[in-house]
């Protein structure tokens, strides 16, 4: 008699959907919340999605008042380019793909060398599995006007299009030629995001938590 297996993603997809009709059958018979339902998706590890990236996305901060979700990974993405001339790009070799750091560096005569180092693609997976949403609270018309606007990061996806940020000030917002396109808001997540972008692509140290540093001893007088 022969055994059929079954494999492990249908076994999750199938746990998904019990998991949904279970949660759909007590908000139907017990007149729960939408806000309750939100909670009960975040304590499985999801949450709805966002504009422009619908359904059901990885677990992430719970929402706060005057906050809301908004969408980095529009589609897949392609490479992160920052101001300061470095990048961060996936790349096919051969049947895999890379996630490389790249940075340009100039020598005595002037001459240009790019520097490549290949990332932790797992890692970076991660990565995108936990910032592909961000929480941002958007600013008051009245805020955060007459500042000096300075690119902070140029997204390109799969399809070539592009997603680019400008910071003034403690202000971020999405830019179009030179200017901001909607409104301006601060977003200390995907602040952190990038900075954690940086570590992985060894550009910068992770920063100690409070509870490392406390651990470290003291410094012979």
Same mark, same amino acid.
């Given at each position: ?29 017990? !007149? ?19 504009? *422009?990236? $619908?359904?059901?996305?990885? !677990? *992430? ?22 101001? =300061? ?9 051969? $049947? ?10 100039? =020598? ?31 600013? =008051? ?9 300075? $690119? ?13 940020? *400008?910071?003034? /000030?403690?202000?971020? *917002? ?7 396109? /909607? ?11 990038? =900075? ?13 938590? $409070? ?11």
């Amino acid at each position: 008699m022969r055994r059929t297996s079954h494999s492990t993603p249908t076994i999750f997809l199938r746990a998904a959907v019990l998991t949904l009709g279970l949660i759909l059958i007590v908000w139907s018979s017990s !007149g729960i919340t939408v806000d309750k339902i939100n909670a009960a998706f975040h304590a499985l590890g999801i949450e709805p999605g966002a504009a *422009g990236s $619908p359904g059901l996305q990885p !677990g *992430g901060q719970p929402l706060q008042p005057g906050e809301e979700r908004r969408t980095l990974c529009r589609t897949r993405i392609a490479s992160f380019h920052f101001p =300061d001339g470095r990048s961060i790009v996936e790349e096919k070799h051969g $049947p895999r793909f890379e996630w490389l750091a790249e940075e340009r560096q100039r =020598d005595a005569r002037g001459e240009e060398t790019l520097l490549r180092s290949e990332m932790s693609y797992i890692e970076m997976e991660k990565w995108l599995s936990r910032h592909c949403q961000y929480v941002v609270r958007p600013a =008051d018309p009245a805020e955060a006007s007459g500042l000096a606007i300075a $690119p902070l990061v140029r997204v390109v996806f799969v399809d070539r299009s592009e997603l680019i940020f *400008g910071r003034a /000030g403690e202000w971020i *917002g999405e830019m179009e030629q030179g200017a901001f396109k /909607g409104g301006r808001f601060k977003s200390p997540d995907l602040m952190s995001a990038l =900075d954690e972008l940086k570590v992985l692509a060894q550009w910068m140290r992770p920063t100690a938590t $409070p509870s490392a540093a406390a651990e470290r001893p003291e410094a012979p007088r």
